[in-house]
T-cell receptor
Framework: ETGVTQSPTHLIKTRGQQVTLRCSSQSGHNTVSWYQQALGQGPQFIFQYYREEENGRGNFPPRFSGLQFPNYSSELNVNALELDDSALYLC???????????FGQGTRLTVV | KQEVTQIPAALSVPEGENLVLNCSFTDSAIYNLQWFRQDPGKGLTSLLLIQSSQREQTSGRLNASLDKSSGRSTLYIAASQPGDSATYLCAASSFSNDYKLSFGAGTTVTVRA
């Protein structure tokens, strides 16, 4: 039990649609990161938020965006979905002053 | 840029054998290295985290070492059990980019009963 909860667990969308994935972290976990994991590969860093501001971004286009809220929840939004966006999306949080990341169970997104 | 490699991609051993999983990273200015377990279709479970100032960490049957000079970390699992079957991922972060974890592709382990 990591204390990080993601919803929904599975999702099917059509190419061109928009999707919002959600993550809820433990109290005190001020840092949240999102990762994309394609089948058979390691997770790739999308971006990170600290105290509701983005403070790091990986090699993903602007149609990937996020939000972090004061209640330690966060969202990943993806616009204009493409078939290659099909993947497991993972949320990870870190407590203040700590370096260990705790991951949620992921959201499996399928784009058809 | 931190790049992480895990070899082999898959490993099959009989129950009771010790497991040795390898991880290589390119940036020796490592901030920390974390080992994770992932069951099929599931999220990541943190196993061990080694800070840059440490050489190893132990938890039960698990032991992970870190050698910054050679750019390597090794995860040892003693007396493997069928329940250890999973994919094991290592992830490194660098001092220049301490918030980003760079992952290897993982080693998928099968422990045969």
């Amino acid at each position: 039990e990591t204390g990080v909860t993601q919803s929904p667990t599975h999702l099917i969308k059509t190419r061109g649609q928009q999707v919002t994935l959600r993550c809820s972290s433990q109290s005190g976990h001020n840092t949240v990161s999102w990762y994309q994991q394609a089948l058979g590969q390691g997770p790739q860093f999308i971006f990170q938020y600290y105290r509701e501001e983005e403070n790091g971004r990986g090699n993903f286009p602007p149609r990937f965006s996020g939000l972090q809220f004061p209640n330690y929840s966060s969202e990943l939004n993806v616009n204009a979905l493409e078939l290659d966006d099909s993947a497991l999306y993972l949320c990870a949080s870190r407590p203040s002053g700590k370096t260990e990341a705790f991951f949620g169970q992921g959201t499996r997104l399928t784009v058809v | 840029k931190q790049e992480v490699t895990q070899i082999p991609a898959a490993l099959s051993v009989p129950e009771g054998e010790n497991l040795v999983l390898n991880c290589s990273f390119t940036d020796s200015a490592i901030y920390n290295l974390q080992w994770f377990r992932q069951d099929p279709g599931k999220g990541l479970t943190s196993l061990l985290l080694i800070q840059s100032s440490q050489r190893e960490q132990t938890s039960g049957r698990l032991n992970a070492s870190l050698d910054k000079s050679s750019g390597r970390s090794t995860l040892y699992i003693a007396a493997s059990q069928p329940g250890d079957s999973a994919t094991y991922l290592c992830a490194a972060s660098s001092f220049s980019n301490d918030y980003k974890l760079s992952f290897g592709a993982g080693t998928t382990v099968t422990v045969r009963a």
